[in-house]
């Protein structure tokens, strides 16, 4: 049973940083992509920035230069680190998973787990 469960959002001003983490369990694949992935009230959800199992590393145009996503191998957890945030950033980030060939194009419907959410909100 796959389970990623997300922490580290909250409430930031403009220009502040944020740093979320995704916990994952049960993920026994050795190929795959991990991605996280935003979406804001009535907008579609949009993949923010994906890593594969070979540390392949894909952002949407929107955050390179100030988001960076990595991993911990050892303790099987995913992060993203926010920077210089924008209010246009705030929106529920999710985690997810997917062992889909073309899954660094970040496309939602690729990916097969997510995570519940936790909410940036930046002012």
């Known amino acids: 049973h796959v389970q990623l469960v997300e922490s580290g959002g909250g409430s930031v001003q403009a220009g502040g940083s944020l740093r979320l983490s995704c916990a994952a369990s049960?993920?026994?694949?050795?190929?795959?992509?991990m991605g996280w992935f935003r979406q804001a009230p009535e907008k579609e959800r949009e993949g923010v920035a994906a890593?594969?199992?070979?540390?392949?590393?894909t952002y949407t145009d929107a955050v390179k230069g100030r988001f960076t996503v990595s991993k911990d191998n050892a303790k099987n957890t995913l992060y993203l680190q926010m920077n210089s945030l924008k209010p246009e950033d705030s929106a529920m980030y999710y985690c997810?998973?997917?062992?889909?060939?073309?899954?660094?194009?970040?496309?939602?419907?690729?990916?097969?787990?997510w995570g519940q959410g936790t909410q940036v909100t930046v002012s």
């Open positions: 890593i594969d199992s070979g540390g392949r590393i």
């Open positions: 997810a998973t997917s062992l889909h060939w073309n899954c660094m194009a970040r496309m939602p419907t690729t990916y097969n787990y």
């Open positions: 049960g993920w026994t694949y050795v190929r795959y992509c």
